[in-house]
């Protein structure tokens, strides 16, 4: 079955670093595109960034634009996002949803990334 | 791009139907298609309802319906049941894949 798991979150320092793992599994990664989408604590969802299915292409919101780059490797299927300059306003549930034509059809449950000052 | 307006909070009874609006411009909800809506129960991850506007992917109820007028989305979910009760986001997938979400409604079935 189609699957998505995020990991490497936790408690980090303003102004740190941190990086992000998505597994994928039970469908053919190399042929879809892949998000982030984040959550913060009692908030309501926020796009955060897309990659191509080949990577050829990236693009960010403005609020983490020169701060995080996503990338992927599909020989592996997994998918990352480095967060540097990390900021109290980023902490929140990461997701990494799976893009069907547009659509977001699998999520995984998230990993929590905690900016402390 | 800013985020897609819908009102904070609805409710009902049971049985009865809902509307949430998803308002955006000319630009974004009025010029692409590509509207889904996404069901978020509280400590867990984002369930798809409806894409491309009106399109219900499998599994999911009939009693979800979506629909767009102009720069508006809607999604209608008739025949109210306890465990509709959720919040529900709506998005918008634009060029080159970027994708704006709307700031979410609080659906209490009373």
């Known amino acids: 079955q189609v699957q998505v798991v995020e990991s490497g979150g936790g408690v980090v320092q303003s102004g740190r670093s941190l990086r992000l793992s998505c597994s994928a599994s039970?469908?053919?990664?190399?042929?879809?595109?892949m998000h982030w989408v984040r959550q913060a604590p009692g908030k309501g969802l926020e796009w955060v960034a897309v990659?191509?299915?080949?990577?050829?292409?990236?693009y960010y919101a403005d609020s983490v634009k020169g701060r995080f780059t996503v990338s992927r490797d599909n020989s592996k299927n997994m998918l990352y996002l480095q967060m540097n300059s990390l900021r109290a306003e980023d902490t929140a549930v990461y997701y990494c949803?799976?893009?069907?034509?547009?659509?977001?059809?699998?999520w995984g449950q998230g990993t929590l990334v905690t900016v402390s000052s | 791009q800013s985020a897609l307006t819908q009102p904070p909070s609805v409710s009902g009874s049971p049985g009865q139907s809902v509307t949430i609006s998803c308002t955006g411009t000319?630009?974004?909800?009025?010029?692409?298609?590509?509207v889904s809506w996404y069901q978020q129960s509280p400590g867990t991850a984002p369930k798809l309802m409806i894409y491309?506007?009106?399109n219900r992917p499998s599994g999911v109820p009939d009693r979800f319906s979506g629909s767009k007028s102009g720069n508006t989305a809607s999604l209608t979910i008739s025949g109210l049941q306890a465990e509709d009760e959720a919040d529900y986001y709506c998005?918008?997938?634009?060029?080159?894949?970027?994708?704006?979400f709307g700031g979410g409604t609080k659906l209490t079935v009373l």
């Open positions: 998005s918008l997938y634009t060029t080159n894949s970027l994708v704006i």
């Open positions: 949803p799976r893009d069907t034509s547009g659509r977001f059809d699998y």
């Open positions: 000319s630009s974004d909800v009025g010029s692409y298609n590509r």
């Open positions: 491309e506007v009106s």
């Open positions: 990659i191509w299915y080949d990577g050829s292409n990236k």
């Open positions: 039970g469908f053919n990664f190399r042929n879809y595109g």
